[in-house]
Each structure stands twice: as structure tokens, then as C-alpha cells.
């Protein structure tokens, strides 16, 4: 894993990448205990079209000149780990790529997603296995359940946060 | 480091996302070796980030994560 940390540092130095963030079941590991997952979703800002469409997925070439051709679904495998690259696709991830903290993992720093971004995007995707994972923050006391419903009322997800309420999930 | 502010157009992930749960489900049937490789692999890690939890934690508790920047 520290190998997947250090590329990711050199693409962004390189420019292969302009930044990333770990979101996903991987950064949640930075905050409360692991999931039944091994992809590492790494957030970043992707060129568009108008219409909306990727154009081009970055630091895909980059991984290729360096040795990393393996593709396992929709991810490249590094050391054995597939790194997707999640795109940016609405404010609240945006949000959550530009306030991501770094952290460290045996002595290299990693860009991370804050934990009530996290929980905020879980309940905006809303899946079932969404509200878990938004309970495990919640349940460990690794959430700052202020700013969380900050996010929340910016957000707009009042609606999905009490759905997340009522299904007793908190 | 040159960061780079998103235009409001963002890319539509459905499909990526789609994509990536039909793989989620082939890997799913991958032999049961395999599956406890991942696990064991995954354990590592997270036994590995066991004080950078307990650290965020502490942050939290005291009030000192901030959110520089909003996006609404």
C-alpha cells in the first residue's frame, strides 16, 4: 500500500495528476475499522465536455509508462491493489478533493478525505451498505458530528439524513 | 502545488459506477483462497493505521478539523 501512497505522490509531482484525494472504503480505514474491500478510490478533477462527458482519464498514461498495465475491471493494479480514479462529479466532492487532509502511512504522507465528508458523501450515495458505513463513523465517535451537519444543511442532504435517522441506523 | 478550481461542469459517473458494481459481483465469485488473501491484506493495513485513527479521533474530540474551503 505504501508503494500506491508514494505514486500517487510522484504522479502529482510529476503532473501527471494536478492533486487526489482516497475516499472510499480506504480512507475510511483512516478513521474507523476496515470494510470487505480492497479497491483504493482515488478523487480526482477530470477535463469535461460540455455535455458533461470524460475526455480523459488522468494519470492512466502515466501508470502505463510505468510499468502498470494490469487492468482489473475498471482499476489498475499497483502492487497488487486496484487504484481507480473516481472523477469529481458534483460539490459535495469537490468539496471533499479540496479539504482532503494528509495523513500518514509508514512515514508517507497521503491525501485523505475528512471523515464527515465521507459520511456525507456515504449518505448521499444511499445504498444500504452507504448507511453502514455512515454508522460505523458515527457509532466509533470518528465523525465531528457538528461540522457533519454543516456539510449536511450546505449540502442539501437533510432528507437522506433523516431517512438515515428513522431506519435507526444511528 | 498547482490546484485547480473544477469548472461547474462535472463528469456524469453513472456508468463508471455501474461498471464497477458488475465487476464488485464477478469478483465476488473469485475462490475463497483468494478472498482471504484480500482480507488478510487489508487487516495489515488497518492494524498499520491503528494510531493515525486514534489521532483523528483526539482532532475531533478537541474541535480541530476545520473546513477551509466550501463549496456552497
Redesign the interface.
Known sequence: ?KRVFQLLNEM?RDGAI??YAIGGA?GA??????F????IDVFV??E?E?A???TEIPGWQYLRDHGYTEI????IVVE?WPL?F???????E??AY??A?V????GEPVRVV???HLVAIALQTGRLKDFVRAQMFLS?????E??LL??IN??GLEQLWAEFQIKGLQ | MSEKTATKTYPDPTELYSRKEAQRKIEAKRPVSEKMAAVTRLRDFERKLDDVRKANRAKRAAKQVKIKIKTR
Open positions: 500500500m502529482t494536478p492533486n480506504i480505514v483512516f478513521y474507523v475499522e476496515p470487505a474491500t480492497q479497491d478533477l477530470m469535461t460540455q458533461g462527458l470524460v482489473r475491471g475498471e482499476a497488487d481507480q473516481v472523477p469529481v462529479s458534483n460539490e459535495l469537490e468539496e479540496l479539504n487532509a495523513q500518514h502511512f509508514e475528512l471523515a464527515e466509533q465517535q470518528a465523525v465531528d457538528d461540522l454543516d456539510i450546505r449540502h
